[in-house]
């Protein structure tokens, strides 16, 4: 099958376009490279995507490119493509968040309507949940987003709705919580605590420490999307989540394990936006996909930490050596 990924040189796009390649799919990629974050680090994601001769991407952003052809000649759509952020996402960021979340998505949608696709699989997230009373957070429960990134995921969510009600467009939606792994990106939880770690700088926590989160591990994330793909039913939502439910205060400790370096911390108030606690009740994904989480928490953090220190290595080998200024020895 030839298929289409949104964001392929992001964190989950990479990811998710390696293990299609494996399973014998030809996978073109769109990515714009925005500069939310450091392009090295997703031309370092996609290097050994870009070695295949099944795999071609496209450097430009969804809002600008001719999706009807492009779409025609796939099979099937992941759309990861989006502006992440919830801290960043207030006031007139809002816009991008708009243009490249909603916008976009509704313009692939479009695009897609009327097109033999056997899945449209969209990245959705728990970020839609925001502040219902649920504990943990079933396909059911109440959706009261608590940021404009939140908002701007869950209106493209429903977009998926309307286009499988309206048109028949074969659309899944994926709500991930709170993924990581090797390729997190730079302004998630982990990579800036690991960073800091190998740093020797402190990390920020907000707030007490005690808010909790549901820690999937990407290579699940991965296989979920698969599922959905040859298992899943069009028009429906699905939980994705870890099943590691964890304070921050409690996860200190493995840090430290695992980097054998002692932990700095620095804290500030607690953020706008930031929800308390997540929680994916998986029954539904269990059922109809056969996804059950397989990473152990600290497994996939050591799988994190190595990579953070591959990362941030080769960083500093492709820096040039400082020259020296004239009038000076060394």
């Given at each position: 099958?030839?298929?289409?990924?949104?964001?392929?040189?992001?964190?989950?796009?990479a990811h998710l376009s390696r293990r299609l390649l494996a399973e014998g799919?030809?996978?073109?990629?769109?990515?714009?490279?925005?500069?939310?974050?450091?392009?090295?680090?997703?031309?370092?994601?996609?290097?050994?995507?870009?070695?295949?001769?099944?795999?071609?991407?496209?450097?430009?952003?969804?809002?600008?490119?001719?999706?009807?052809?492009?779409?025609?000649?796939?099979?099937?759509?992941?759309?990861?493509?989006?502006?992440?952020?919830?801290?960043?996402?207030?006031?007139?960021?809002?816009?991008?968040?708009?243009?490249?979340?909603?916008?976009?998505?509704?313009?692939?949608?479009?695009?897609?309507?009327?097109?033999?696709?056997?899945?449209?699989?969209?990245?959705?997230?728990?970020?839609?949940?925001?502040?219902?009373?649920?504990?943990?957070?079933?396909?059911?429960?109440?959706?009261?987003?608590?940021?404009?990134?939140?908002?701007?995921?869950?209106?493209?969510?429903?977009?998926?709705?309307?286009?499988?009600?309206?048109?028949?467009?074969?659309?899944?939606?994926?709500?991930?919580?709170?993924?990581?792994?090797?390729?997190?990106?730079?302004?998630?939880?982990?990579?800036?605590?690991?960073?800091?770690?190998?740093?020797?700088?402190?990390?920020?926590?907000?707030?007490?420490?005690?808010?909790?989160?549901?820690?999937?591990?990407?290579?699940?994330?991965?296989?979920?999307?698969?599922?959905?793909?040859?298992?899943?039913?069009?028009?429906?939502?699905?939980?994705?989540?870890?099943?590691?439910?964890?304070?921050?205060?409690?996860?200190?400790?493995?840090?430290?394990?695992?980097?054998?370096?002692?932990?700095?911390?620095?804290?500030?108030?607690?953020?706008?936006?930031?929800?308390?606690?997540?929680?994916?009740?998986?029954?539904?994904?269990?059922?109809?996909?056969?996804?059950?989480?397989?990473t152990a928490l600290r497994e996939g953090l050591e799988r994190e930490w190595d990579w953070i220190r591959s990362l941030y290595a080769s960083?500093?080998?492709?820096?040039?050596?400082?020259?020296?200024?004239?009038?000076?020895?060394?």
């Amino acid at each position: 099958m030839k298929v289409l990924v949104t964001g392929a040189a992001g964190f989950i796009g990479a990811h998710l376009s390696r293990r299609l390649l494996a399973e014998g799919c030809t996978v073109t990629g769109i990515d714009c490279f925005s500069d939310y974050y450091p392009r090295w680090i997703k031309e370092r994601n996609i290097a050994p995507l870009l070695r295949s001769k099944r795999f071609r991407l496209i450097d430009k952003d969804l809002n600008d490119l001719p999706l009807p052809g492009i779409l025609r000649e796939h099979g099937a759509v992941y759309h990861l493509a989006a502006q992440a952020g919830v801290r960043a996402s207030w006031g007139r960021s809002f816009s991008v968040y708009v243009k490249n979340n909603i916008q976009a998505s509704q313009s692939l949608l479009e695009a897609a309507k009327g097109l033999p696709l056997k899945k449209f699989i969209y990245a959705s997230s728990s970020s839609v949940y925001g502040l219902t009373p649920d504990i943990p957070m079933t396909e059911k429960s109440p959706l009261l987003p608590l940021s404009p990134y939140g908002v701007s995921k869950l209106a493209a969510e429903q977009l998926c709705f309307l286009y499988h009600e309206c048109y028949g467009t074969p659309t899944i939606a994926l709500r991930f919580f709170t993924v990581y792994g090797p390729g997190q990106r730079p302004d998630m939880a982990f990579h800036k605590f690991f960073k800091a770690i190998l740093e020797g700088t402190p990390i920020t926590v907000y707030g007490d420490g005690r808010q909790t989160r549901d820690f999937t591990f990407v290579d699940d994330i991965v296989e979920a999307n698969l599922a959905a793909l040859t298992r899943g039913r069009t028009g429906q939502v699905y939980n994705i989540g870890g099943g590691h439910r964890e304070t921050l205060r409690n996860l200190i400790p493995l840090f430290e394990e695992i980097s054998g370096r002692p932990v700095l911390i620095e804290r500030a108030e607690p953020q706008k936006g930031d929800v308390l606690h997540t929680a994916a009740k998986l029954d539904k994904a269990r059922r109809e996909l056969g996804f059950k989480p397989r990473t152990a928490l600290r497994e996939g953090l050591e799988r994190e930490w190595d990579w953070i220190r591959s990362l941030y290595a080769s960083r500093r080998e492709r820096r040039p050596a400082p020259r020296l200024s004239k009038g000076k020895h060394s």
